[in-house]
DNA sequence: GGCCTGACTTTAG
DNA sequence: GCTAAAGCCAGGC
């Protein structure tokens, strides 16, 4: 580990970058940082969250669109959140086809 | 160096 | 369609 960057500082780099209105899943993320597998890492360094206000983690989703944890207040504050960002919602989960953040040229 | 944790994902029933 | 269990990775102690 520890190689360039760790593993999570790129995640949080990539979830910094997500435009607002749009939401990222933890496997898409763990896969931009380099493991489509490291989810389960990229979760736990979300909830430890160290840098809380510079990484909007409320806008990553689970693969499904469903909301999991949000250690700011509760996957309700979260819902509120991509809300009123304009996240487009579908059966209380985020619609992803509509919403999901795709890397930008 | 080894074990435990965790905001996940996937497959099976 | 939903619930349950197993598997996976990186970080922290």
């Avoid at 960002?85 to 919403?99: P, Q, T």
Wanted: hydrophobic share 35%; net charge positive; charged share 25%.
């Amino acid at each position: 580990m520890q190689k360039n960057k760790l593993f999570t500082e790129r995640v949080y780099e990539f979830t910094a970058k997500i435009p607002k209105g749009s939401v990222a899943t933890y496997k898409q993320l763990a896969a931009l940082s380099g493991n489509s597998r490291a989810f389960r890492a990229v979760g736990m360094c979300m909830k430890k969250n160290p840098k809380a206000p510079a990484v909007p983690c409320h806008r990553v989703v689970a693969s499904d669109g469903s909301l999991c944890g949000y250690s700011m207040g509760g996957v309700e504050v979260k819902r509120q959140m991509l809300l009123l960002e304009g996240v487009y919602f579908k059966n209380g989960k985020v619609d992803l086809a509509r919403s999901q953040w795709k890397e930008q040229p």
